[in-house]
């Protein structure tokens, strides 16, 4: 199949958004004494699966980048926002486990990272629109990880 022009537009355009928008919001937790938004999104995905998942699962979960998500991991451990637990079932294997603290952060970041996401994406973005670029994305997802 042959990308159309609007295709490579509206892929270019998503990535620049995208770039801009994380970057933004990265300065703002910065500048609120925050974590990186690496850390939202690790704790964000732990505390959605219900506290715990495992390391791997992890990895799936997390929507920014997963290169480096053990040093992340060994970082979030150490400011005491998570914890690590042995599978039981497999020696080899572990789960993350979010802390309360590591909620607590949740909390305090959440409200930074929301006001970038109402003043930068919200505006711009209907609700028809947000569900239609959130289809056809999770199609683009799931193709990819079908492949």
Same mark, same amino acid.
């Given at each position: 199949?042959? &990308?159309?022009?609007?295709?490579?537009? *509206?892929?270019? +355009?998503?990535?620049?958004?995208?770039?801009?928008?994380?970057?933004? =919001?990265?300065?703002? &937790?910065?500048?609120? %004494?925050?974590?990186?938004?690496?850390?939202?999104?690790?704790?964000?995905?732990?505390?959605?699966?219900?506290?715990?998942?495992?390391?791997?699962? &992890?990895?799936?979960? =997390?929507? &920014? +980048?997963?290169?480096?998500?053990?040093?992340?991991?060994?970082?979030?451990?150490?400011?005491?926002?998570?914890?690590?637990?042995?599978? /039981?079932? %497999?020696?080899?294997? +572990?789960?993350? =486990?979010?802390?309360?603290?590591?909620?607590?952060?949740?909390?305090?970041?959440?409200?930074?990272?929301?006001?970038?996401?109402? /003043?930068?994406? *919200?505006?711009? =973005?209907?609700?028809?629109? *947000?569900?239609?670029?959130? +289809?056809?994305?999770?199609?683009?997802? %799931?193709?990819?990880?079908?492949?």
């Amino acid at each position: 199949m042959k &990308l159309t022009q609007p295709q490579l537009d *509206a892929w270019r +355009s998503l990535l620049r958004g995208q770039a801009l928008l994380i970057e933004e =919001v990265e300065r703002r &937790l910065a500048a609120a %004494d925050l974590p990186p938004l690496g850390w939202y999104d690790v704790l964000t995905a732990l505390d959605k699966a219900g506290g715990r998942l495992r390391i791997h699962e &992890l990895a799936d979960a =997390v929507i &920014l +980048s997963r290169s480096g998500l053990t040093r992340l991991l060994d970082r979030l451990e150490a400011a005491g926002l998570l914890r690590r637990e042995p599978c /039981e079932d %497999d020696r080899r294997g +572990s789960y993350a =486990v979010i802390t309360p603290a590591g909620r607590r952060m949740l909390k305090r970041m959440w409200p930074v990272y929301e006001r970038a996401l109402a /003043e930068h994406f *919200a505006p711009h =973005v209907g609700a028809g629109e *947000a569900r239609a670029l959130r +289809s056809a994305l999770e199609r683009v997802t %799931d193709s990819v990880r079908n492949a």
